[in-house]
């Protein structure tokens, strides 16, 4: 596979602007950590001057954020993170999947064992055994602990407190609008398996700030996993069919905009028709629906909104590595949580630095992904912020273990959910 991707490779000159960008070169100083170093691995591999069985193309392939920081600053445009998922399967191909990842990956890939993880998911969230447990666990359970903190730090609003001013969230439905002259757009929501497993509050406040913002909802039920989480797990075979998948369930919607708000998925269905570029069956399909598929945020900001209610509180935002540095969208939350009246907005030191999240890397590498982490809730703490807001379920659980373990009651939520809440203050929803 990497064998095909020499003009790719070829494109890096080593000229080290990337060093400073990455995460994990900035904290190990290893220079087979960073992306030129990975880049290098590589071509070793595609050459065959190097075994993709070799624990060294293995250890350092692996330690990869994925989080593309590298590309943006890269003077020769190199596609490093289409080039490390091809790396990441040849790796798993060599044998170089761990148990944890192959798990995972079995979860979410089929509907049935999705919908038990979820299932499982909410179970030790709602009922609070997760919160317990975390509690009780001696720190020896590392990695499980962290898992559990994972599923019991992002709370949503219940318990949140405001400045004196606000009022007191409620549940709301469908928003009251009268009817607009232009042609509402006919939208679909990508629901996701994390997202709508653990995060069903977040799909719902998109479902009503979209119907708010004059937009018709279009049910896609056929729909299911993006594949992002297979394509940087090294499974690019699993992500494809998946993809294949859900072009044919959002083709036949036919919508004129797939939405998605977890800033993972819409990176991966923004490059469908790169990922299926070689297969003649799907590749122009694959296109099509690509450029349809629009970030939340991104098509809020295209939209006209409704004013909203007032929300006294201090926000800071952190910026999903797959928002910011893959789909290159850097302003558009920031934007849309500073027109909610009565936020307070702080700016977060490196908010584009990656979170040590990267899907289970917090729990795979606790001990470099914990160094990550905690920089980043040392910069959230540093505002004094009352909410931190990151449009990614992923960041949302990382950050929220991070917070958690530092005692701390800063909650994290979706910008989505900040302005859910401003329009049901308003009266927008009945």
């Given at each position: 596979?990497l064998?095909?991707e020499?003009?790719?490779?070829?494109a890096?000159?080593h000229?080290?602007?990337?060093?400073?960008?990455?995460?994990?070169?900035?904290?190990?100083?290893?220079?087979?950590?960073?992306?030129?170093?990975?880049?290098?691995?590589?071509?070793?591999?595609?050459?065959?001057?190097?075994?993709?069985s070799?624990?060294?193309?293995?250890?350092?392939?692996?330690r990869?954020?994925?989080?593309?920081?590298?590309?943006?600053?890269?003077?020769?445009?190199?596609?490093?993170g289409?080039?490390?998922?091809?790396?990441?399967?040849v790796?798993?191909?060599?044998?170089g999947r761990?148990?944890?990842?192959?798990?995972?990956?079995?979860?979410?890939?089929?509907r049935?064992?999705?919908?038990?993880?979820?299932?499982g998911?909410?179970?030790?969230?709602?009922?609070?055994?997760?919160?317990?447990?975390?509690?009780?666990?001696?720190?020896?359970f590392?990695?499980?602990?962290?898992?559990?903190?994972?599923?019991?730090?992002?709370?949503g609003?219940?318990?949140?407190?405001?400045?004196?001013?606000?009022?007191?969230?409620?549940?709301?439905?469908?928003?009251?609008?009268?009817?607009?002259?232009r042609?509402?757009?006919r939208?679909a929501?990508?629901q996701?398996?994390?997202?709508?497993a653990?995060?069903?509050r977040?799909n719902?406040?998109?479902?009503?700030?979209?119907?708010?913002?004059?937009?018709?909802?279009?049910?896609?039920?056929?729909?299911g996993?993006?594949?992002a989480?297979?394509?940087?797990?090294?499974?690019?075979?699993?992500?494809?069919?998946?993809?294949?998948a859900n072009?044919g369930a959002?083709?036949?919607?036919?919508?004129?905009?797939?939405?998605v708000?977890?800033?993972?998925?819409?990176a991966?269905?923004?490059?469908?028709?790169?990922?299926?570029?070689?297969d003649?069956?799907?590749?122009?399909?694959?296109?099509?629906?690509s450029?349809?598929?629009?970030?939340?945020n991104?098509l809020?900001?295209?939209?006209?909104l409704?004013?909203?209610?007032?929300?006294?509180?201090?926000?800071?935002?952190?910026?999903p590595?797959?928002?910011?540095?893959?789909?290159?969208i850097?302003?558009a939350?920031?934007?849309l949580v500073r027109?909610?009246?009565?936020i307070?907005?702080?700016?977060?030191?490196?908010?584009?630095?990656?979170c040590?999240?990267?899907g289970?890397?917090?729990?795979?590498?606790?001990?470099?992904g914990?160094?990550?982490?905690?920089?980043k809730?040392?910069?959230?703490?540093?505002?004094?912020?009352q909410?931190v807001?990151?449009?990614?379920?992923?960041?949302?659980?990382?950050i929220?273990?991070?917070l958690?373990?530092?005692?701390?009651?800063?909650?994290?939520?979706?910008?989505?959910?900040?302005?859910?809440?401003?329009?049901?203050?308003?009266?927008?929803?009945?």
């Amino acid at each position: 596979m990497l064998k095909d991707e020499q003009a790719r490779l070829l494109a890096c000159v080593h000229c080290g602007f990337c060093l400073t960008a990455c995460p994990t070169y900035n904290r190990v100083g290893d220079e087979a950590d960073s992306p030129r170093g990975r880049l290098h691995l590589m071509r070793a591999v595609a050459e065959g001057r190097l075994e993709a069985s070799a624990p060294a193309f293995r250890r350092h392939i692996d330690r990869c954020l994925g989080c593309r920081a590298c590309e943006p600053v890269c003077p020769s445009g190199v596609q490093y993170g289409y080039l490390v998922e091809r790396a990441r399967t040849v790796s798993a191909r060599a044998g170089g999947r761990d148990v944890l990842g192959r798990l995972l990956l079995l979860s979410f890939g089929r509907r049935l064992p999705a919908k038990l993880a979820g299932w499982g998911g909410r179970l030790l969230r709602v009922g609070g055994l997760s919160a317990a447990l975390y509690r009780l666990l001696p720190r020896g359970f590392g990695r499980l602990r962290f898992g559990l903190g994972m599923l019991a730090a992002p709370r949503g609003w219940a318990g949140l407190r405001e400045v004196p001013g606000g009022s007191t969230p409620r549940a709301a439905s469908a928003p009251e609008r009268s009817p607009s002259p232009r042609r509402a757009p006919r939208v679909a929501v990508l629901q996701g398996c994390v997202q709508e497993a653990l995060f069903a509050r977040v799909n719902r406040a998109t479902e009503r700030v979209l119907l708010a913002a004059g937009c018709e909802l279009v049910p896609v039920p056929e729909q299911g996993c993006c594949g992002a989480l297979h394509a940087h797990g090294g499974a690019l075979d699993e992500s494809g069919s998946l993809a294949r998948a859900n072009i044919g369930a959002f083709e036949r919607a036919e919508v004129d905009y797939i939405v998605v708000n977890a800033a993972g998925c819409g990176a991966m269905m923004k490059e469908y028709g790169e990922q299926l570029a070689g297969d003649p069956e799907w590749a122009e399909r694959a296109h099509a629906l690509s450029v349809r598929v629009r970030d939340l945020n991104e098509l809020l900001l295209e939209l006209e909104l409704p004013a909203g209610g007032a929300i006294e509180l201090r926000v800071t935002y952190d910026a999903p590595c797959h928002l910011h540095h893959a789909q290159r969208i850097t302003r558009a939350p920031i934007d849309l949580v500073r027109r909610i009246p009565g936020i307070e907005y702080v700016a977060l030191r490196q908010a584009e630095e990656c979170c040590g999240g990267a899907g289970i890397y917090g729990i795979t590498h606790p001990e470099l992904g914990g160094r990550i982490l905690s920089d980043k809730v040392d910069a959230i703490l540093e505002t004094k912020a009352q909410v931190v807001v990151t449009p990614n379920p992923g960041c949302m659980m990382q950050i929220g273990v991070g917070l958690l373990q530092r005692g701390s009651v800063v909650r994290v939520l979706h910008p989505v959910e900040l302005l859910d809440e401003s329009y049901r203050r308003a009266g927008l929803y009945r």
